[in-house]
């Protein structure tokens, strides 16, 4: 592939630049505002973005065919207060249009958190796309799962793909069944004690359809609002750091709001911490991708990143769908 250019906005470290680079691609512009996340950046991509978008002049980036956003998601998610446009980051949407208005690329490659669809009963999602459509663009959209590509994380997030003449989800094609044992590294460290943890009786775990297993929980206080007494064998009890689940299923979505990294698993002998590492596995991250020395930084940044595995599946096909006369052998 050839020829082929396109802008990073709400970069993070990088999760579009890896895939679309190593697809052929080659980044022009990029675009956040940490710092931290600006320093790792530039350590594993050798361009430092640009800060504060809002302050970026549109006729100031460089043209591009494909605009790659994963935009903040915290004014949509259920995990934050869902407010929406009211939430100066979930504002940061217009600025991604009037970069559209200005270059007018061929693709719009956005990724943002499933509940983006139903915030305020459909409304803002409808408005996004209504905005986008004004631009001659067909918006295309679905939610996906990261542990449908070959990770071992229940991920759910919209990706929504705007262009001219529309996008084909149904040739996305899905990888096999990755299970948390398959990204373990081989060392046994931070193994919990065992007065700091109850494991379920073995009948009482269940294999949901998200993939999670749970199967016990480390023994710190449950909930107490709305939750019925004895029902410790309900994961829903249990703040999300206590829960503990099984290495033969996926694990739960990491988390921008863990910053000490409190995920803990059980491979049928011991219960132990996720390294650092097996969590940047979890979004498919290669081991060769250098790491910020802050934990609580690294924590942060692979909980805003998107899941690789998936976002390259769909660019496969984005490239295959609008870019086949720029392709070689990817």
């Not at 931070?190 to 949901?208: A, G, M, R, V």
């Amino acid at each position: 592939m050839k020829n082929i250019k396109f802008i990073d906005l709400f970069a993070g470290i990088g999760g579009f630049h890896l895939v679309l680079k190593k697809l052929g691609a080659e980044c022009v512009f990029a675009s956040e505002w940490d710092k931290h996340a600006q320093d790792i950046y530039f350590r594993n991509h050798k361009i430092r973005p640009n800060g504060d978008i809002t302050k970026i002049n549109e006729k100031e980036i460089p043209d591009h065919d494909i605009l790659c956003a994963g935009f903040p998601c915290q004014a949509f998610s259920i995990s934050g207060k869902q407010k929406g446009f009211e939430d100066a980051r979930g504002t940061l949407f217009f600025d991604i249009l009037r970069i559209v208005r200005e270059k007018k690329p061929r693709v719009i490659f956005l990724e943002n958190v499933a509940n983006l669809k139903k915030h305020d009963k459909g409304r803002t999602f409808s408005f996004m796309k209504k905005l986008l459509q004004d631009e001659g663009y067909k918006v295309d959209e679905k939610v996906l799962n990261a542990k449908d590509f070959g990770l071992a994380q229940s991920r759910e997030r919209i990706v929504i793909v705007a262009s001219k003449n529309g996008f084909d989800f149904s040739k996305v094609k899905n990888k096999k069944e990755v299970k948390i044992k398959d990204i373990l590294e081989n060392n046994t460290n931070e193994i919990l004690s065992k007065d700091e943890y109850t494991i379920l009786p073995k009948h009482l775990w269940k294999k949901q359809p998200s993939g999670l297993i749970f199967c016990g929980y480390r023994n710190k206080a449950m909930r107490t609002k709305g939750v019925r007494e004895d029902s410790q064998h309900l994961s829903r009890s249990h703040k999300q750091p206590n829960r503990i689940y099984h290495v033969d299923g996926t694990h739960p979505t990491l988390s921008s709001q863990e910053s000490s990294g409190r995920y803990f698993v059980y491979d049928g002998k011991n219960v132990r911490k996720l390294s650092l590492r097996e969590c940047y596995r979890l979004q498919g991250f290669p081991d060769a991708f250098k790491l910020s020395e802050s934990k609580t930084q690294a924590y942060k940044q692979i909980g805003n990143s998107v899941p690789l595995k998936m976002i390259e599946a769909i660019a496969k096909e984005i490239l295959n769908q609008f870019f086949k006369e720029n392709q070689n052998e990817v």
